[in-house]
């Protein structure tokens, strides 16, 4: 299907969107059959400023951006939001016109799993931490909608969010010890003025949630500051995140670490690059954040992929 939306300079634009795998795979063999390069940017959709710099990056990368929206429910455990997720597919198509996405892949959950699915991606040594421990069985959704999304649009090049570390290394691993063709990118967290990081899970927060979750961003970069100043010893790192997030009016923190880039396990000492990372419950809302240490390290990582 094609549609006609207005791109930024306000001239009507045509974005394909396609439901079907099939019509999928035709457009994007068209286009790389043309010699063109194509640059996919995987979303859930709900899209906001982080999900365009993803689109940007990704049409520097490639001749030709196609966008994925996909409320994925394998990656949603029981009790989580699958059901209150955001879905506004209109405005996300608009917003992808204006970023110069020419193809969006929009599949009905159907045409993704069929019945009886049975068949998992599941990586055993990044996955096992943070995210993977505290939400069980979301990795091996992530990487089971990464792979079927790539069989599909074959992409040349994928675009991920340093927003969500921990998945775009885990889809890095993947695609090296799979022998996917599919080169990884790796863009920064896009933030809000002061600080939050944004994420389409941001709508979920009243004005009073929203001021508190800023405590995550403050932390991380407390704990980065206290390696920037020379601190090696991972406890006193830790510590001092921590302590911005507990006290008066702190939130709820199911972790704020200190990882290894390339392996994910937390050193009693940091020698090598890291990752701050912290996930926090404000109320209701699960956010998740992170900061590398030092700044631009994600570049210099072996595990077969570039980073912009
Ligand atoms: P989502 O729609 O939340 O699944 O995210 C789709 C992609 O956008 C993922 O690669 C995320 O890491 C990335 N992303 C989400 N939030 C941000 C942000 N604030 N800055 C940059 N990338 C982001």
Redesign the pocket.
Known sequence: MTRTLASHAGTPTSIRVFAAPDSMRDWSRRVRGAGRCLAL???????????R??FRAAGEAGDAVAASIFVNPAQFGEGEDFEHYPRQLEADLEICAAEGVEAVYAPARGAVYAPAHSTWIVEEALAAPFEGACRPGHFRGVLTIVLKLFQVVEPDVA??????LQ??LLIRRMVRDLDSPVQIRI?????DADGL?????NAYLDADERQRALRLSRALRAAAQRLAAGETDTGRIRQAGRALLEGNGGLDVEYLEVADLETMQTPARVEGPVAIIGAVRVGRTRLIDNVIYPPGALAGLSAGASTS
Not at 197 to 201: D, E, G, Q, T
């Open positions: 940017v995987p979303t859930m959709g709900a899209l906001h400023e982080g999900h710099s993803l675009v991920f969010g340093q927003k969500d998945q775009a863009a920064p967290t896009i933030r990081a944004l994420s389409s899970r």
